[in-house]
């Protein structure tokens, strides 16, 4: 099998299971800016660790747009999906 196929499966089964979750503990703790706050911390935080491996990122002005721009529409998505 490819590798994309693989990627893809096991993307859209990780993201079911974040939406599950995430959607539960908005459930039952009902404060979604804190939760998107911590997630978006959470998510730099990985990022940041995983940065200096990844030797293909090409830092320009327009990719480190385009990565605040997932992050914000990231963000306002959790904020509204409660």
């Known amino acids: 099998m490819n590798d994309w196929i693989t990627f893809a499966i096991l993307g859209g089964l990780f993201s079911s299971i974040f939406n599950f979750g995430y ?3 908005l459930k039952t703790n009902g ?5 998107s706050w911590w997630f978006e911390v959470l ?3 990985v990022f940041v660790m995983i940065l200096p491996f990844d030797y293909w990122l090409e ?3 327009k990719s480190l747009l385009l990565l605040l ?3 914000l529409i990231e963000f306002l998505s959790i904020c509204f999906s409660s």
């Open 23 to 25: 959607r539960y503990v």
């Open 31 to 35: 404060d979604s800016s804190l939760f």
């Open 43 to 45: 998510r730099v935080s």
């Open 59 to 61: 830092v320009s002005y």
């Open 69 to 71: 721009a997932i992050g």
